[in-house]
């Protein structure tokens, strides 16, 4: 990364050399004009700035040819680390978690901002870098050449400077306000198609549109506020970089008379600075690339840290040799974390001998997923606690306590394969794994 932006630097100031050039064969060609120059030596001086021209040519391509390479190939190695550690992660994470933030949005999330991660963090970085080192290389040159002429230039920075943070800063509160409604949207279209069955059992087709609907119509809000404000912002941008042309050429003039400065020199300073300016309204806009990537990232990475209190990665906990499925719950009481004011269960015990069949009979909604969940630690008992062969689970290590246990659960899903295979994946860990067909 470091030679990446090295090259940046040195391509982005080597790009004032095509401005400079542009003022010194200027002058050349009026000294031709009125005979100062012999025909000679006129070409002879110019096919030695051309040869300049074409080795700055070649330059530029080589070196912003390794910074951009180096910067892209960078960035996707980084992305795709993070959409892997993020992806872990979010497997590792209790149940508990998936019913606050709901799976759409971790889909989303995994699109949405690894990809504005890996946009800010890619070519645009060694770009920002490139311009804005062709804008400081350019105000040094110009103000060498000529600081009086180049002072005049730069009365209109900061009034442009101003204007396009200002256009970057509010257009990317726009933007970051329409991905969140078009993520909102996303999520209801994920939750809606996933359980496409109860949508349609319930005739909700047209209220999760309309709610679809409305999300979108206020990205779309947000999208038109954001065309009107760089709109404006861009006209203005664009008026003031081509005012510079009379106002450098009306101080350039009495510069000339003064013979403090050759027509060619006005020329090199006028291009040269211009050039810097567009260089720097370039730099705000990948500068702005580059900050959404920050927020977003950190959203990414404060996932990617959280270690759930219930971890299916860690090695902590008991591994018993031998199990005979001596199951108990002793006054468990229990609450969801996304309801905490209804209690779920209340006290409950029970205690089921090894190699007994027992059914849990109740109303919908009295609890008895409820129990199996806290027998497969989805969740932790509020009070009480679940015993197996004696032992609280939450002293047994996680991944041995659920490998010990085969589930089919009540809202089944079935993988696209055949049902043998489907029971084979329950298998995976366990002794029976490689049984044959
Ligand atoms: N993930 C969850 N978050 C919040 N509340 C939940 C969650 N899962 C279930 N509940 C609530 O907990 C209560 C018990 O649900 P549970 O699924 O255990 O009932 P059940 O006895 O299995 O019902 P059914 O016979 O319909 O399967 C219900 O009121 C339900 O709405
Ligand atoms: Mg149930």
């Not at 404000?229 to 081509?242: R, T």
């Not at 006290?347 to 109740?362: E, F, Q, R, W, Y």
């Not at 809202?411 to 055949?418: G, I, P, W």
């Amino acid at each position: 990364m470091f030679i990446g932006l090295v090259f940046s630097a040195a391509a982005g100031t080597a790009m004032c050399a095509s401005s400079i050039l542009y003022g010194i064969m200027i002058e050349y060609f009026i000294r031709f004009q009125i005979h100062t120059i012999s025909t000679n030596k006129f070409s002879e001086e110019l096919d030695y700035f051309f040869l300049v021209y074409v080795y700055s040519a070649i330059f530029i391509f080589i070196a912003t040819y390794i910074s951009i390479a180096t910067f892209v190939y960078t960035g996707e190695r980084i992305a795709r680390q993070i959409r892997e550690q993020y992806f872990r992660s979010i497997l590792r994470q209790n149940i508990a978690y998936f019913d606050k933030y709901g799976s759409g949005e971790v889909t989303t999330r995994i699109t949405s901002d690894v990809h504005l991660v890996h946009d800010g963090i890619s070519e645009k970085v060694s770009l920002a870098f490139l311009y804005i080192s062709n804008f400081i290389a350019s105000s040094i040159i110009g103000f060498t050449i000529s600081w009086k002429m180049a002072l005049v230039i730069f009365i209109t920075i900061p009034f442009l400077a101003i204007n396009s943070i200002l256009m970057n800063k509010y257009s990317a509160i726009f933007t970051k306000r329409s991905l969140s409604f078009n993520s909102c949207a996303g999520i209801i279209a994920e939750e809606s198609i996933s359980t496409i069955r109860a949508a349609v059992a319930f005739g909700a087709q047209k209220k999760l549109s309309d709610i679809y609907n409305a999300y979108l119509g206020d990205a779309k809000n947000e999208g038109f506020k954001k065309s009107l404000l760089v709109g404006f912002s861009l006209g203005i941008m664009l008026f003031g970089i081509y005012a510079f042309g009379p106002l450098a050429f009306w101080h350039g003039t009495t510069m000339i008379i003064n013979n403090e400065l050759s027509f060619g020199q006005v020329i090199s300073v006028l291009n040269v600075i211009q050039n810097g300016f567009f260089s720097l309204i370039i730099f705000f806009e990948y500068i702005q690339a580059i900050s959404l990537a920050t927020g977003a990232s950190s959203k990414l990475f404060e996932t990617i840290d959280r270690v759930p209190s219930i971890d299916i990665y860690s090695d902590m906990g008991d591994k018993p040799k031998k199990v005979v499925a001596h199951i108990q719950l002793n006054n468990v009481n229990f609450i969801y974390p996304t309801r905490p004011n209804v209690n779920i269960l209340n006290n409950i015990s029970l205690d089921i001998k090894p190699g007994s069949t027992v059914a849990i009979i109740g109303p919908s909604g009295s609890g008895k997923s409820t129990i199996v969940s806290l027998m497969l630690r989805f969740y932790d008992p509020l009070s009480g606690g679940v015993f197996l062969d004696g032992r609280n689970i939450k002293s047994l290590n996680l991944n041995w306590l659920r490998r010990q246990i085969g589930f089919v659960s009540q809202e089944l899903v079935l993988f696209k394969t055949t049902i043998a295979e489907n029971v084979s994946y329950g298998l995976i860990g366990s002794i029976y794994e490689n049984l044959p067909d």
